[in-house]
């Protein structure tokens, strides 16, 4: 794949710290790094390919033999070159946590359908932690308080509750977008291509 020229370019500032979405040598979604980060795979050779409508010109310190100052130019999207990835990272099942799945559901109880800020949320497993269930993607739905108080140790079914929606495990993709609040356009626009069609974030 050839690089795509940035349309627009920054100069990296304190307050102006944006995460870089980087892929594998195959265009696959891999993890954010940090601009430092994304500064020292361009430093050591490591991009094999970069994309994205938006350029960061880093600039570094001054040589004492040259005057110069150095600085480094990164797009928002990096491909690193094969081995630079940590095979560890590439996770197909994304962590379970609170905030992402209340992402996941969009701020929504599973029961009642009450859309609720995060500290007014729960995580509910449908078949109950007592009575067998895991905890996983495919056994949690986000419930409000009052919701997951009134189906209590039971199944929603028993407790004459119906699930207004089905769980379903995020991709790596849907994981990204989850975990950054601060997305730029372009890296949601790439990130959206490889995302599932039942994906709740495609109608966010």
Excluded at 46 to 56: E, L, P, R, T
Excluded at 79 to 104: D, M, T
Excluded at 135 to 150: E, H, L, P, S, Y
Aim: hydrophobic share 35%; glycine share 6%; with cysteine.
């Amino acid at each position: 794949m050839h690089a795509v020229q940035a349309t627009h370019t920054q100069v990296i500032r304190p307050a102006a710290r944006p995460w870089i979405l980087t892929l594998d040598m195959h265009g696959h979604p891999h993890r954010w790094v940090s601009w430092q980060a994304a500064c020292t795979y361009h430093a050591r050779n490591m991009v094999a390919w970069s994309i994205g409508a938006q350029a960061f010109h880093i600039w570094g310190g001054t040589s004492r033999i040259t005057g110069e100052r150095s600085s480094i130019s990164s797009q928002s999207i990096i491909a690193i070159k094969g081995q630079a990835l940590r095979p560890a990272s590439f996770r197909q099942v994304p962590p379970l946590v609170n905030r992402e799945l209340f992402h996941r559901d969009r701020h929504t109880c599973a029961y009642c359908g009450s859309t609720l800020p995060g500290a007014l949320l729960t995580r509910d497993h449908i078949e109950p932690v007592s009575r067998g269930g895991k905890d996983v993607w495919m056994n949690v739905v986000t419930a409000c308080r009052g919701c997951n108080q009134r189906k209590d140790n039971r199944r929603p079914e028993r407790a004459g509750m119906t699930l207004l929606y089905t769980p379903y495990v995020p991709n790596k993709a849907e994981y990204l977008i989850l975990s950054n609040r601060h997305i730029l356009a372009d890296q949601m626009d790439f990130l959206v291509q490889h995302v599932p069609k039942q994906s709740r974030v495609r109608a966010s």
